[in-house]
């Protein structure tokens, strides 16, 4: 093969790929990435926190409310059950796989919620960005009123023309993780059931 | 003085239990079985070893089907879960592992664990609010500072021991900078003014980097979550303290003891929101020691 033939070749190949990253590139400016997404859920909830007008106790339930309703908008609850389940999910029935993603909604949103309650001012710089198909992975820096900072990194998954969240590490610490630690112990030492009943005894201990 | 000597005998008593653990087979395989199909599962117990590990040299390391990106989605990528399905996440390696540090004191751990736990609401909690109370913010993260400058030596030492020469830099910077324009370091000016944050690093993730493993799970009591490299690790940090040079062993441990409260005062809330999210809160906080040791190792 003469050295030509390879040019041409290699510019050939090289068409189809300017032609796949010029619609990579416009494709997620139109639809707006998995920062925009993480952004537009954070500022939100920023909002809903520092709304003066919310700060009063007997309009608590609402604001919860109202939290709870942007989490959810943005938080793929099946996927983090699934994930973190990890081998116990096949095993379960529909019914089983509806109830668990239930209770640890509840438990996750619980935990979420006390953390952006506790909000003061805090600054969310967006630090980076990761796609990979329909897979991403959002790096925020979070600036405390005390001088430190914390790392946050969302990982997303495309639905639908949105992303969604499906894990969240602080400080390299991944939630669904610890949770699957957590769970497959509490499994392996007793059974299933006895991690549901934990499960709704947290959720509904309060 | 005297805490070196302590120190000095703590690691000779820990030289003879560390050689099988820390040099022991750094991977492990085994097979099992999902929903009826047999699939291989090559896990790093020793996982930080592939920061360090080319994918490469991976391959090569271990040969068998269950290396790489295989494209036969019933076979496990290495360090997966057991998890079959959802094989296109390009992270899942991340997201599905199972590897978690071995734990054979467990029984003891957990009893150390409700030590340190009643300890802290019964004690340094009171103490550190009452604290709180009376040194306002500012002052606290001032003396956090200072005590964070103090042990520069520490950073300094793991950073060089780990050829990494800008985070040496920083931290001699850092240490001009702050001791003379922070006022002995209350301010932390470097960072302010010359965006050069604290590099952490200390002797555990030195032993990482030269391929020690964890060894396993130690809750301390008074010291919490420590794996055995880490405490070693700590203890070697003794020697490089300039504390244990200008004090004696009381008044040092004194010190000590003033930092933890002042610490404490300024995270008060965080122990309390991890055990109020977790089921086993003994598990959960093991699994994200390991896991924030493991990012800091990989940094």
Known sequence: MTKEIRMTRRRLIMVPFFFFMTLVISGTSIAGGPTDDVRKTTDKLIAIVSDPSMKSADRAAERARRIRKAVDERFDWREMSKRTLARYWKKRTDQEKEEFIDLFGKLLERTYLDKVEGYSGEKVLYVAEKIDGNYGIVVVKIVTKKDTEIQVKYKLKKKGGEWLVYDISIEGVSLINNYRKQFNSIITRSSYEDLIKKLREKVEGE | ?299
């Open chain 2, 1 to 299: 003085m005297g805490v070196s000597i302590r120190v000095l005998f703590f690691l000779l008593c820990c030289s003879n239990i560390l050689a099988p653990f820390c040099f022991a087979e750094k991977t492990q395989t085994w097979s099992g079985h999902v929903e009826g199909e047999t699939f291989l599962l090559v896990t790093e117990v020793e996982s930080h070893e592939l920061v360090r590990m080319s994918y490469a040299e991976r391959q090569r390391a271990e040969p068998g089907p269950a290396v790489g990106h295989s494209s036969n989605p019933k076979i496990c990528r290495v360090k997966n879960s057991q998890e079959v399905s959802g094989a296109s996440d390009p992270w899942e390696d991340e997201a599905e592992e199972i590897d978690s540090i071995s734990d054979p004191l467990e029984p003891m751990n957990r009893a150390f664990f409700q030590f340190n736990d009643k300890l802290y609401f019964w004690v340094l909690k009171p103490v550190a609010t009452g604290y709180n109370t009376v040194v306002p913010q500012l002052a606290r993260v001032c003396i956090r500072n200072f005590f964070s400058n103090l042990v520069m030596p520490i950073r300094a030492v793991s950073c060089l021991l780990q050829g990494k020469f800008e985070g040496l830099g920083i931290e001699l910077v850092r240490f001009v900078v702050n001791t003379s324009a922070g006022f002995l370091g209350f301010q932390d000016v470097a960072k302010q003014a010359l965006n050069f944050p604290v590099q952490d690093e200390d002797l555990g993730q030195v032993f990482a980097f030269y391929g020690i493993g964890p060894g396993f799970y130690l809750d301390l009591p008074f010291l919490g979550p420590y794996s055995l490299r880490s405490a070693v690790g700590w203890g070697g940090g003794l020697f490089v303290n300039p504390l244990n040079y200008m004090v004696d062993f009381w008044p040092n441990v004194g010190i000590r003891t003033f930092d933890i409260v002042n610490n404490t005062s300024l995270r008060i809330g965080d122990y309390e929101a991890m055990k109020e999210a977790a089921l086993d809160p003994y598990v959960a906080m093991r699994d994200a020691y390991y896991q924030y040791r493991l990012n800091l190792i990989e940094k």
